[in-house]
Nanobody, 120 residues
């Protein structure tokens, strides 16, 4: 089985920074795309940033210039550096990974979520 574990969330003042980390573990053969999503109460889960195995990235318009996604393929880890945080960034952030297991099964996995709270 494959598990994704996030860390790095917390409480920060507006204008501050946080660094989220997500590490995949288990019988992993390879990981294709990885990403970060967030979901506010009453809203659909939205894409924050994605990164391919080769390092190509995409960002939501709302975070461009403030957030940076990166990954360490050797460690099966994806990071999200969040700068210039705003109160509207407050919500739960979820890690996502498209994983090929040693069994050859390919599935999309989600982390349990980590809370980010930005005070005004």
């Amino acid at each position: 089985q494959v598990q994704l574990v996030e860390s790095g969330g917390g409480l920060v003042q507006a204008g501050g920074s946080l660094r989220l980390s997500c590490t995949a573990s288990g019988s992993i053969l390879s990981i294709y795309d990885m990403g970060w999503y967030r979901q506010a109460p009453g809203k659909q889960r939205e894409l924050v940033a994605t990164i391919t195995f080769g390092g190509s990235t995409t960002y939501a318009d709302s975070v461009k210039g403030r957030f940076t996604i990166s990954r360490d393929n050797a460690k099966n880890t994806v990071l999200l550096q969040m700068n210039s945080l705003k109160p509207e960034d407050t919500t739960v952030y979820y890690c996502n990974a498209d994983v090929r297991a040693w069994s050859r099964t390919r599935l999309v996995y989600w982390g349990q979520g980590t809370q980010v709270t930005v005070s005004s």
